[in-house]
T-cell receptor, first 116, second 111 residues
């Protein structure tokens, strides 16, 4: 399967700071990447769709000014959690599909954010 | 609103048995169906996908799709303790790039 890499795997930060998470497609180009959030024992929640060269599309209830997404190249999307607070602590996972017509998603390893 | 329903489980089976995981979806326009496995603390990994009615086999895994009943299932033969995980069903509708995920079924395979 296709490879999606995410970094960092773990991050601990103080409340009020910003954290950037990178997502890379290693063996394919991705015009679209997806950012999910997962709280413990909950399902995946789509946060936003990252579009290369244009603005991200955010799901209802997700603050675009708090979760900044940049997709500057066909292999890299970044999610920045700005002014993080303890309630932002979660497992953030990116994904991408090498074949838009079939739609199978491949996920990065995930980034576990803990805000103190 | 598109919905994907799964029994949360846990589904407990003994080693060597067949595990049957089920999923129903609400959107009749759905065209692609996926099964993901997620180990605790890890991200989901794709097991298999199915587009057409009927069965699709890949090793110990068989996906079954019945579009008329809006039902998709995953059978795991010769279940192993290493299969213990949460299994997520996901559905893609025609014209959409995103997948809708179910909440997942936890499978426990006991030695």
């Amino acid at each position: 399967g296709a490879v999606v890499s995410q970094h960092p795997s773990w991050v601990i930060c103080k409340s009020g700071t910003s954290v950037k998470i990178e997502c890379r497609s290693l063996d394919f180009q991705a015009t679209t990447m997806f950012w999910y959030r997962q709280f413990p024992k909950q399902s995946l929640m789509l946060m936003a769709t990252s579009n290369e060269g244009s603005k991200a599309t955010y799901e209802q209830g997700v603050e675009k000014d708090k979760f900044l997404i940049n997709h500057a190249s066909l292999t890299l999307s970044t999610l920045t959690v700005t002014s993080a607070h303890p309630e932002d602590s979660s497992f953030y996972i990116c994904s991408a599909s090498p074949a838009a017509n079939t739609g199978e998603l491949f996920f990065g390893e995930g980034s576990r954010l803990t805000v103190l | 609103q598109k919905e994907v329903e799964q029994n949360s489980g846990p589904l407990s089976v003994p080693e060597g048995a067949i595990a049957s995981l089920n999923c129903t979806y609400s959107d009749r326009g759905s065209q692609s169906f996926f099964w993901y496995r997620q180990y605790s603390g890890k991200s989901p990994e794709l097991i298999m996908f199915i587009y057409s009615n009927g069965d699709k086999e890949d090793g110990r895994f068989t996906a079954q799709l019945n579009k008329a009943s809006q039902y998709v299932s995953l059978l795991i033969r010769d279940s192993q303790p290493s299969d213990s995980a949460t299994y997520l069903c996901a559905v893609k509708a025609a014209g959409y790039s995103t997948l809708t995920f179910g909440k997942g079924t936890m499978l426990l395979v006991s030695p």
